[in-house]
């Protein structure tokens, strides 16, 4: 589209939002809401087709002006949360697929670092996982019953000790991203490692498949929100390394903005799979058609909401925008 024909299409948008920013008496809160998601929508759009214009320097400063009047003035409605979950997050989301894809490679690196290291290092399981877990683990596996570890608490007390911890690791995954990412990156390799020693030392005894079945049904869940709260840390620091056309100040805030709304949409899973680990893996003799379909069932509402959903919303807008 002509920049021309797409200053013509959406000034009167543009002129309203700039208008209801000095007197938001004008506009309902959720629509001076849903305009400025539309703005940063052109901002974009414009950035790629028409970048240093007058047309994005002026989206982008209407843009960076509004947030924060928005933000801080803006009366919450009785369908807030359902807009945050529905639109708001998976909009913003969608711009940070490439910081998800780097967490997850990460990730995947260092776990597989740590199954290589149990290979080659005879004590690095012992290493990473200690001698008490090793130790009693190999009991249980002497005694039949390999995940007995999963059953040794109470399930509401184990519920609650798993997702606090789950939350606290998550938030130090976010909050070190302060440190340029090498936090972040630090809390993917401390994960990773652990998770492919684990890993392997069920494949060393031959019971790689009794392992996966039983601790997937959690994990499927809980490493994959562990991933995410990575890319939080990486947008937290991303918006301070390339700060782009706003300020470093500015952008530092959008980007501590953005990995809290990361952050607060893992709550949730985080939960569910605390749940999980406490209720149900314990449950070691489900028949494998039921784990499986646990795992699958969870890794396809991570794989919808966090990848495919933000995709959805983001090419409906688009196709509105360029219409």
Not at 26 to 31: F, G, I, K, R, T
Not at 193 to 206: A, R
Request: one cysteine or more; glycine letters at 8%; proline letters at 2%.
């Amino acid at each position: 589209m002509r920049e021309a024909a797409f200053v013509r299409q959406n000034k009167d948008k543009w002129a309203a939002f700039e208008n209801a920013l000095t007197n938001k008496g004008q506009l309902h809160p959720d629509e001076l809401s849903d305009l400025y998601i539309e703005i940063t929508d052109h901002l974009s759009y414009a950035k790629t087709f028409y970048p240093g214009s007058n047309t994005h320097v002026y989206l982008n400063t209407l843009a960076s002006q509004a947030h924060q009047k928005i933000y801080k003035t803006k009366r919450e409605s009785r369908n807030r949360i359902v807009h945050f979950w529905k639109t708001e997050f998976p909009t913003m989301f969608k711009g940070h697929h490439r910081e998800l894809l780097i967490s997850f490679l990460v990730f995947s690196f260092f776990v597989i670092v740590g199954a290589f290291s149990s290979a080659n290092e005879g004590d690095f399981v012992r290493s990473i996982l200690g001698n008490g877990y090793v130790n009693m683990t190999l009991e249980n596996i002497e005694k039949g019953d390999p995940m007995a570890v999963y059953k040794e608490q109470g399930a509401f007390n184990m519920f609650l000790g798993i997702t606090i911890n789950n939350i606290k690791v998550a938030i130090y995954a976010f909050a070190f991203g302060i440190f340029l990412g090498v936090g972040t990156l630090y809390i993917m390799l401390q994960n990773g490692i652990m998770l492919g020693s684990f890993q392997y030392f069920f494949y060393e005894k031959g019971l790689l498949w009794e392992s996966a079945r039983t601790i997937w049904i959690h994990g499927t869940i809980e490493i994959s929100v562990i991933i995410i709260a990575g890319c939080a840390g990486l947008v937290l620091a991303n918006g301070i390394l390339f700060p782009g056309t706003y300020t470093r100040l500015e952008s530092f805030k959008q980007g501590v903005k953005n990995g809290l709304k990361i952050m607060v949409s893992t709550v949730p899973f985080f939960i569910i799979a605390g749940f999980l680990e406490g209720f149900v893996t314990r449950h070691t003799e489900m028949p494998d058609w039921l784990a499986i379909f646990i795992i699958l069932a969870s890794l396809s509402l991570i794989v919808f909401y966090y990848i495919i959903y933000p995709y959805q919303i983001h090419r409906k807008t688009t196709h509105a925008n360029i219409q």
